[in-house]
């Protein structure tokens, strides 16, 4: 006999919290992780909970569920906690800091006594999933409630397919970057928030505009290590490099009160550098220096500017700050000049400009053999490099002696994620590529290297998220979004691939527009045309492609995808059986996942041609230098 059930069901808007990466924090300190969240808990997360009228309804291990009458309520308690939450972490050291992703949903749930359930319920846990450390993420249906009801900016990510949810999700980061506690208004920030703005080189000699480059980083990476300091990264105020600023606008964009600019001039052995802290609200100056030294006291030169800019800031550097900023990778300036004269080849992103910058890092470390960061770039062009079948060394011992010499080097964990995964050492590969995050979780190289090891692994979704992420903090970066179109694709998600597509063609086009010869650019946007079923098009780049690179097989390969997409088998498989002997043996296995070449599969000279790789791959293994 059949029972009818009457569920109690109301609209309510549900707020999910976890600890990001609480197993391993339990693993190292099981008493004093639980106590730190236990006080948050008491101290933090039930007030301001209850403060904005919601109701813990859930406590797990790792986080809560709390539901709200108010979407508001709900939004605005999420950017309380996490504003809160970053200004009980600043001064802890990292491997004690509990952050916190949150989510929140307005949805249909179903009431059991004091506990909630149902999609509302589940679709709120799956968004805080998709947050960043300290971010918020929120649904459509609570977008359209608040939109013009919060005083923070509201990003769309996207529609998002959910477990166990059939229906994708709109998905919104509040604030400008997932991160809500690097982008929320200025006046609720708890601390002094500061970007520094590309140095202009005012030398008259445009190749001394690596230098200008390489100071401007490097105040940043100083200004960066101050606990009492939100910083903007690199790549958000690089967007600015070039254009005619207007100071408060130039703060408004990249929501901070404060502001450092200046000018470089280099003649010779001599430099003069101008700087200045300029207050966002009013454009008025709170600090100028100028400073004309010898090139020989370039550390001691960003030590001044730095301490300055802290002092006038009136924001406590702690004495382990101070070392860390006065303690140098090198104290030697030519090492240091040769290094940002690597950097900036390393940043072209070609078979050419890579084999220059390595050998000006190579050069460094003649000069200083305990050089961390030059090690860092050495490992970086000797990966690239062998990838394209140039280099025997896969960059794994440079990568390890940069570490050895300095475990925080962000790029030096990416570098190594990458070579450990094309060595078929996966799990090491992702480790790798978790401390680069953690370490730097804005730098675009750490993005983008993790986003192409889970691209290779097929894990789509973690694909995506970084390779999102990373073409939000380069809006120059297209390989990320072509990237990112194809994961898109393999998952079913077609109107996102579609979407992704196009965002990259419009960043190549531009790219195109300044320097028609980029044929990389060509390159990947002839292979997006043919996704995308402009044919022609399509055609006429991969033809410009051949006749610019007539040689280099990363272009050819290319080439070779977008005719693969053309329906041209046999052109395209001419191609491949020319290039793909010319490139490392491990590039089989990055050949075998490219969506692009999907419709050459089921051909017998493509698997002839992946069988002959493969081959080829194990011969290779056996004594192959590291």
């Not at 691939?497 to 195109?512: F, M």
Request: aromatic share 6%; with cysteine; charged share 25%.
């Amino acid at each position: 006999m059949a029972t009818n059930l009457v569920m109690d069901r109301k609209l309510v808007a549900i707020l999910a919290a976890d600890v990001v990466g609480y197993s391993a924090l339990m693993e190292r300190d099981e008493n004093g992780t639980y106590a730190r969240l236990k006080a948050h808990h008491i101290e933090l997360f039930e007030p301001k909970i209850k403060k904005h009228h919601g109701r813990v309804f859930k406590l797990m291990g790792d986080g809560l569920l709390a539901e709200f009458a108010s979407v508001v309520d709900a939004v605005e308690c999420a950017v309380v906690v996490q504003l809160e939450m970053a200004t009980r972490n600043s001064g802890v050291m990292q491997e004690e800091r509990i952050d916190l992703r949150i989510g929140v949903n307005l949805g249909d749930v179903i009431i059991d006594g004091k506990d909630r359930h149902g999609d509302g319920v589940n679709i709120a846990h799956r968004l805080q999933s998709l947050a960043e450390p300290g971010g918020i993420v929120i649904s459509g249906t609570v977008y359209d409630h608040v939109r013009n009801k919060l005083d923070a900016g509201l990003e769309f990510l996207g529609e998002q397919r959910v477990k166990n949810i059939v229906e994708p999700v709109r998905v919104y980061a509040v604030g400008s970057t997932p991160a809500v506690a690097k982008t929320a208004p200025m006046a609720a920030i708890a601390k002094p928030s500061v970007a520094v703005l590309p140095f202009t080189n005012i030398g008259g000699d445009p190749e001394q505009e690596y230098f200008s480059d390489g100071i401007t980083e490097d105040i940043i990476t100083d200004l960066s290590k101050v606990s009492a300091l939100f910083v903007a990264a690199r790549n958000t105020a690089f967007t600015l490099k070039g254009k005619a600023v207007d100071i408060v606008q130039a703060a408004r964009k990249l929501n901070v009160e404060f502001l450092v600019e200046g000018a470089v001039r280099r003649v010779g052995n001599r430099i003069r550098i101008t700087a200045q802290l300029i207050d966002g609200k009013t454009g008025g100056h709170v600090w100028a220096e100028r400073y004309d030294r010898d090139f020989g006291d370039i550390f001691a030169l960003q030590d001044d500017i730095a301490r300055n800019v802290v002092t006038a800031l009136r924001v406590r550097l702690l004495p382990e700050e101070l070392r860390t900023i006065t303690t140098r990778s090198t104290t030697n300036p030519d090492a240091y000049q040769l290094y940002l004269l690597g950097r900036h080849y390393a940043q072209q992103h070609s078979t050419r400009s890579s084999e220059i910058a390595l050998r000006f890092g190579q050069r460094a470390l003649k000069i200083d053999p305990n050089y961390a960061r030059a090690w860092a770039l050495v490992a970086l062009c000797q990966a690239s490099l062998n990838h394209a079948g140039s280099l025997e060394e896969s960059g794994l011992f440079a990568a390890e002696t940069a570490l050895s010499l300095d475990p925080t080097l962000a790029e030096a964990h990416a570098v190594k994620g990458g070579v450990l995964c094309r060595l078929g050492r996966s799990d090491e590969a992702i480790a790798a590529h978790e401390e680069s995050v953690r370490l730097e979780p804005d730098s675009f190289d750490t993005r983008q290297y993790f986003g192409f090891t889970l691209f290779f692994l097929g894990r789509d979704e973690g694909a995506i998220q970084n390779f999102e992420r990373a073409a939000q903090l380069v809006e120059s970066d297209y390989v990320s979004l072509s990237f990112a179109a194809q994961s898109y694709e393999k998952l079913g998600r077609h109107q996102e691939a579609n979407a992704a597509a196009r965002r990259a063609l419009e960043r190549i086009e531009k790219q195109i527009a300044l320097r028609p010869d980029h044929a990389h650019a060509v390159g990947h946007g002839a292979a997006l045309l043919a996704y995308l079923g402009e044919k022609e098009r399509a055609k006429e780049w991969a033809s410009r492609v051949l006749i610019m690179e007539s040689e280099d097989p990363k272009s050819h390969y290319n080439v070779a995808c977008a005719l693969a997409r053309l329906k041209d088998p046999a052109q395209a498989l001419d191609l491949l059986e020319s290039c793909i002997p010319k490139m490392s043996p491990e590039f089989i296995n990055w050949v075998q996942q490219d969506t692009d070449l999907i419709a050459l599969h089921s051909h017998p000279r493509f698997k002839a041609l992946i069988e002959r790789g493969k081959a080829r791959q194990l011969a290779g293994q056996a004594g192959k230098p590291c």
